[in-house]
């Protein structure tokens, strides 16, 4: 007997990931063969920044499935995921800022424009490296990595939970953004690092490289769904749900809790880096502001309206709240902010289960009722 893809043995009983993951894939098809093929006068035509549109929200998708898997299956409420996405758009800002050279503002071929304008002579030592592709992606998921490892061994270690922990994550992010504003940090201070050329030689303006970033950015919200879900099926995972739901319990038994939340919290924190690294060449900017504790705040209620511990649900609520963001931040900027504290205000309280939630509920009535029908 033919052996199943090991893709589709592990999306096997996920009807709603494969659905999404499909609906998504079908997408990226027609949107890169739509903007490369047709005419722009072409009714069917779709422009290069709508391209880049999607291509940030497929990294918004992978950052809020990172947050999932934390808080979804463990019970760990990360109030400061947005650190690890950007320390990873900040690696990947760094490679794409060594790979100007002598075209910047001022020619120098050794140092960013931002350095020869604070009139640094060398690269600081941090820097080294980072004109290596190799180096930067291993950088874009050990850095994180590293930071989540060191937090989460100190705050798990001391047995730190719930809002305690939420805050404390908050903190950090906060403490970072702190850091990254201040100009003599070596990171462009609160104008970040921008104006970046190419990537890997290829010209960052050109259609097809963005939608190559595009694909590329599904290829790893694709993949990197795979590995959460491959842990939550296996018996790691159903350990896993065990913490969240009866965390004293677990530990009463006989497992290391503390160890089971670090290994997740890393893996968590690594996804987040490589959503940094691939939402900067797409938008083309990467400073502090992502530090922002207001950033990781949207981030869990993206989660939340979409459904959390569904991970299909986090990325369906990525889509959702950042569209509506575009739209109306444009359209009504001043009403926004309200408006999404009060759909999340909504959705806590009348659906705990998010938008997939609903739609579980509403299939599950109907076949009740066609059952019924049946049987009478």
Partial sequence: MKRKPIFLQILENDKGGKIVLGILALVVIYVAFANLVLPQDSLFYVSTYTVTLLGKYLAFALLALALDLVWGYIG??????????????????MYLMRQI????????????DFMVFMNLKELPWFWYGFDNPIFTFIMIMLVPGLLAFVFGYLAFRSRVTGVYLSIITQAMTYALMLAFF??????????????????????????????????ISFIALFVGYLIARFIINSRLGRVCIAIRDAESRTRFIGYKVEQYKLFIFIVSAAMAGVAGALYVPQVGIINPNVFSPLFSIELVIWVAIGGRGTLYGAIVGAFIVNYASTYFTSALPEVWLYAL??????????????VVGLISKLNLRKDKKELSNAIA
Avoid: C, E, W
């Fill in 182 to 215: 201040r100009n003599d940090m070596g990171f462009g201070g609160n104008n970040g690092l921008t104006d970046f050329k190419d990537i890997l030689g290829f010209d960052l303006q050109a259609d097809s490289t963005r939608i190559a970033l595009l694909i």
């Fill in 76 to 93: 760990i409420l990360s109030l400061g995921h947005g650190a690890f996405f950007a320390l990873g758009g900040y690696a990947m800002g």
């Fill in 101 to 112: 050279g002598d075209r910047g503002v001022y020619g120098n071929p050794d140092l960013p």
């Fill in 341 to 354: 504290g009060g759909i999340f205000v909504v959705v806590t309280l009348f659906l705990p289960k998010g």
